[in-house]
């Protein structure tokens, strides 16, 4: 009687025991959530430094929003200073040393990240505006489309009675190369006309021979494509030159540094972001939000909520062709430039707008 | 009549990576003497003279002129009254005669003396007067050593160190040129070593000579007694430098 | 023909901003056959210190572009007692003093960089739109006015200080035979001290020029060394008239060029004049 006593108390205690120990274990441990890292290229330094630093606030403030979600976001942020040759070695690192899962990309780094993209099966977000860098597998961008930007252009140049156009452009970025020949396609059927074409290299600072030959041509404006530095060198020495036309660009006089070169002047740009973000962003950065900030703000949302959607635990965060799949069923997100939508070919699409640089500062015009 | 010394190359020795050219060798030069310096090629002649000036790699020894020693920078040693003449006739030749001689008197501040001296020098070598506008490039090879030893006698120095004055040079011009070395001895009181192959042209003006073979001093004496022995012929056929 | 006149007062103005990089390259390069890499930094020093002292610092103008150019003079005559003249006391080949001269140049620009950023800055506040003035039927503005100055007043300079001074005269007798120059007594390793001082000082005037122009980057240097290399070999090397003569030289082929040719060919077309003189006439126009 004893005995079997004694053995049913060293049985229940075991049991106890051994429950306890699982109670205890199972409430002490915690749930291990996978991590889900982000890479990004874009110039941190230079002339173009203000666009990377932008993009990189506005991912740690999507982040922040975010808050605590099925998975771990880390970021990996590269310096590429605009230089196509530290874009490549910056993705090579990204993919082999810290293994990202997804990288974000603007300027020379897209074109070089695209077959990678394929090669290491990861998801890559441009901001680029090239029509063959999305292919919804495992390269998709987010920028507002040349046609639509080139279009808005135009129609504005028609409104104004503008018929002649004198070009600068640049030919060492492939966006502004696509952007021209945009327009060129885009004009075909309106009675406007390049009258002049000049190109250059990036990096050239004397354009004054250029000027020379395009000054004959009359034309009624001139549309310059380029950026910082060059944006303003070539405006300073049209005028230097005598020659008081307007200016006009894509994006471009948002961003330069001497606003007082192209004051009163229009010019196309995809549509300011919400006001939400704008003003989030500037209560937490100090400053209005520069372009490609709420691009990249948009893409954070838009990879978390797939990735989230495809993951079925938290433990083991889903593959690329689960996460493209679930992009790609997004037809509708409220993003910082407005409802977004992303195609079955891996491109989101932004709004285009009309501007005017008013007393140093771009202001939206009536549309 | 030549007793007091005013050049005493002591004991010194020349590497030019890591390659001996000169071994502890002793040479001295007296007031007014004409001093030679022969051997064969590669024997290490020319590099007693660049070792005075500063231009060989001297480990050991010591270099005193005037019972001082001779600064190593090259540049300090032309002040003290020590002309060198170096080998292939090292004209400035983007500069005429006239300016040659001007850069040899770079030292001298004084403009009247300067021009005395280049007129003192004209005179030394008439074809140089003649010649004094043309660019020193353009003349011939004898003009051109004609040119560089009258620029080192614009700053009248007291020793004039020539390095193979008749390299390259016609006999006729060879003759000439000893001659002058001769005159500017006799007449100016320069003392004078020159370094030379020509064995016939100097051993006629020198009063002593130096042969050095392998990088040492094998033989020495008053011209005249190499005239009569047969160890010229024995270094520059056969070598008795020291093993 | 109106856009002729201009094109040729674009070349002229090209032509002066080489000119003034090849003068100090061929001044250094006369007196020590040594091809200096690091020439082109030292217009971004004096363009940068103009910065520094000018527009950020609210020193008044000439006193900032007196520091400028002697800051650049004493960077190129301390680059020469500490790293040149040593390697030239060992003989070092002419490989060896390239390479030498080029890590300079990477580090003195990347200190540059560091200290004021890789952006690109301009040297007036307000970004100043040139007084222009009318020539015939072309246009210049002011900054070029005083560049061309600049030019015919060094070139006139430096003439008289080569063959007028003592100091001119050592110096050309350094470069036909730097060794018989230090016989007859010349102390060459300080003449040529300060032929770098004078060389880099230049360079620092150029590069304080062309800020005040179109604007100043800290890799500005090697464009600009590039064009004045072209300059000085097209012209002649070591001869400052060559310096002149190639610099309006690449200036006008340069600005004739892209009359016919479109904008992004400026570049091959500056290196194909160079080619075409390395292949048919190295010694340049001027050259002996």
Not at chain 1, 75 to 89: T, Y
Not at chain 2, 71 to 100: D, K, M, S, W, Y
Not at chain 3, 2 to 14: C, E, M, P, R, S
Request: charged share 20%.
């Amino acid at each position: 009687m004893k005995k079997t006593a004694g053995i049913i108390i060293g049985v229940v205690a075991a049991l106890m025991l051994v429950s306890a120990a699982y109670v205890h274990s199972m409430s002490k441990k915690p749930v291990v959530k996978d991590t889900f890292r982000i890479g990004m290229i874009a110039p941190l330094t230079g002339d173009a430094g203000f666009v990377g630093v932008g993009m990189k606030n506005a991912l740690l403030m999507a982040r922040e929003q975010w808050g605590d979600g099925k998975y771990n976001y880390e970021f990996v942020f590269e310096d590429d200073q605009l230089d196509p040759k530290l874009s490549a070695s910056a993705a090579q690192k990204l993919l082999n040393v810290d293994k990202v899962d997804a990288i974000v990309t603007v300027g020379h780094a897209p074109r070089i990240t695209v077959p990678l993209a394929r090669q290491y099966d990861i998801i890559h977000f441009a901001i680029a505006v090239q029509k063959d860098i999305p292919d919804g597998v495992n390269n998709f961008s987010h920028w507002a489309p040349s046609v639509k930007l080139n279009g808005l252009l135009i129609k504005e140049m028609q409104k104004r009675g503008i018929k002649k156009v004198g070009v600068f452009r640049t030919t060492s970025l492939e966006a502004w190369v696509a952007y021209y020949n945009d327009f060129l396609e885009g004009i075909k059927n309106t009675d406007i006309r390049v009258v002049t074409d000049q190109t250059f290299k990036k990096g050239e600072k004397d354009f004054r021979s250029l000027i020379a030959r395009a000054k004959p041509t009359n034309p009624d404006i001139y549309l310059i494509f380029v950026e910082t530095p060059e944006l303003e060198i070539v405006a300073k020495q049209i005028r230097e030159a005598g020659i008081n036309t307007p200016f006009t660009t894509l994006e471009g006089f948002e961003v330069t540094e001497q606003p007082e070169l192209f004051e009163g002047y229009w010019y196309v740009s995809p549509v300011e972001p919400s006001e939400e973000f704008s003003k989030a962003y500037e209560a937490k950065f100090g400053k209005r939000p520069p372009v490609c900030s709420p691009n990249a703000y948009d893409i954070f949302n838009l990879l978390a909520t797939a990735v989230e959607r495809a993951g079925s635990s938290p433990s083991k965060k889903p593959a690329t062709a689960q996460i493209a799949r679930e992009l790609k069923k997004i037809k509708s997100f409220p993003g910082a430039l407005g409802d977004l939508l992303v195609s079955d070919n891996g491109m989101v699409m932004s709004g285009v707008q009309v501007k005017m640089i008013k007393n140093g500062k771009p202001i939206a015009l009536e549309h | 009549m030549h007793d007091e010394t005013l050049l005493q190359v002591k004991n010194i020795s020349v590497h030019y990576n890591g390659v001996r050219a000169l071994k502890g060798v002793s040479v001295r030069l007296d007031r007014g003497e004409i001093v030679a310096l022969m051997g064969p090629n590669g024997a290490g002649k020319s590099s007693i003279l660049k070792s005075i000036f500063g231009l060989a790699p001297v480990s050991g020894g010591e270099i005193i002129f005037r019972g001082r020693p001779v600064p190593p920078a090259t540049h300090q040693i032309a002040a003290l009254g020590i002309a060198f003449i170096p080998q292939g006739r090292r004209v400035f030749r983007h500069l005429n005669v006239e300016e040659n001689l001007e850069m040899g008197g770079f030292m001298i501040h004084d403009k009247k003396i300067l021009k005395r001296r280049i007129e003192e020098a004209m005179d030394f070598f008439p074809v140089l007067r003649r010649k004094r506008k043309a660019k020193s490039g353009t003349l011939s090879g004898g003009e051109q050593q004609m040119l560089a030893i009258a620029r080192g006698l614009v700053t009248d120095p007291e020793v004039l160190l020539l390095d193979e004055p008749s390299l390259g040079l016609a006999p006729k011009i060879v003759k000439e040129v000893f001659q002058k070395i001769r005159q500017i001895n006799a007449r100016r009181k320069t003392t004078v070593m020159v370094v030379e192959h020509n064995i016939k042209s100097i051993l006629d003006i020198a009063d002593r000579a130096y042969v050095l073979d392998k990088g040492k001093i094998v033989a020495h004496g008053e011209s005249f007694a190499f005239l009569e022995s047969d160890i010229l012929e024995r270094v520059f056929l056969g070598g008795v430098g020291a093993k | 023909m109106d856009i002729l006149t201009q094109l040729v007062i674009n070349g002229i103005i090209a032509g002066a901003i080489y000119t003034l990089i090849a003068l100090g390259f061929n001044l250094i390069y006369g007196a020590t056959k040594f091809f200096n890499i690091a020439h082109g930094v030292f217009a971004a020093i004096g363009g940068y210190t103009v910065f520094f002292f000018f527009k950020l610092s609210g020193v008044s103008l000439v006193p900032s572009i007196l520091a400028g150019v002697l800051l650049a003079g004493i960077a190129g005559m301390l680059s020469d007692r500490l790293i040149f003249l040593p390697l030239r006391r060992k003989r070092g080949s002419s490989v060896i003093m390239l390479v030498a001269s080029l890590g300079l140049f990477t580090a003195l620009q990347s200190v540059i960089a560091i200290m004021f950023s890789n952006r690109f800055q301009t040297l007036t506040d307000i970004f100043n739109i040139q007084k222009t003035y009318q020539i015939f039927s072309g246009v210049i503005t002011q900054i070029h006015i005083v560049i061309i100055i600049t030019v015919i007043s060094l070139t006139i300079g430096l003439f008289l200080m080569l063959n007028r001074t003592k100091f001119g005269k050592a110096v050309k007798a350094i470069s036909d035979d730097e060794e018989v120059a230090r016989i007859i007594g010349i102390d060459t390793d300080r003449v040529i001290g300060y032929v770098f001082f004078i060389g880099s000082a230049i360079a620092g005037l150029g590069g304080i020029l062309i800020g005040f122009d179109t604007g100043i980057m800290p890799t500005m240097g090697m464009g600009l060394l590039l064009k004045g290399v072209i300059a000085s070999i097209v012209g002649g090397v070591g001869n400052i008239y060559g310096s002149v003569c190639g610099g309006l030289l690449l200036g006008f082929v340069e600005n004739f060029g892209v009359w016919k040719i479109s904008g992004e060919w400026k570049d091959a077309i500056a290196f194909g004049l160079l080619i075409i003189f390395l292949l048919f006439r190295p010694q340049g126009v001027l050259g002996k």
